[in-house]
């Protein structure tokens, strides 16, 4: 089962245009207020972690995730890598701009969950929930990247 979500969004920055493209090309900082992340690694051309998303009937479930870290020329990108040898994780793409007062972000979820053969009304009624649940999870944690990075960005400028 596959699910998605998605969020762009700009950024006010009232700093110099080098620490805006210090903040955007460090994931460990920007991300650093989200608190639907766990165990949130940065480093050598990479960012890992684990999306947090309650799931009904199952709890909570960490969706674990690696990208690969891309430099551009006005800010990064991420770029989702698969991660092998779990029943559920996810893609996480970004991209991150600096134009002049502003932080252009975009991100994207993809969501990669195996659920148990679903048979008959039971079963298919349980991935439906499944699905819903994900769904929404997703869609609050693209909801909630604004303030959180927004918070990330007024912590930077305070230092």
Known sequence: MIVEAAQAFELPWTGT??????FVRDPARTLAHLRFLRAL????GRVQGEL??????LGTVDLPFCSVL???PDGAELQPQPVTGERAWVEVAGQARVAGAALHFSFAFRAHLQTPDAQGWGG??????VRAAA???LERVA??????LE?????????
């Open 124 to 129: 298919a009624a349980f991935e439906k929930m």
């Open 135 to 137: 769904g929404r999870t």
């Open 143 to 148: 909801r909630e990247l604004p303030a959180a």
């Open 17 to 22: 245009p080098d620490a805006a493209l210090a």
């Open 41 to 44: 690694q940065a480093g050598e």
């Open 52 to 57: 947090v998303v309650p799931l009904p009937g």
């Open 70 to 72: 891309q430099v551009t």
């Open 151 to 159: 918070q990330a960005a007024a912590q930077v400028g305070k230092s």
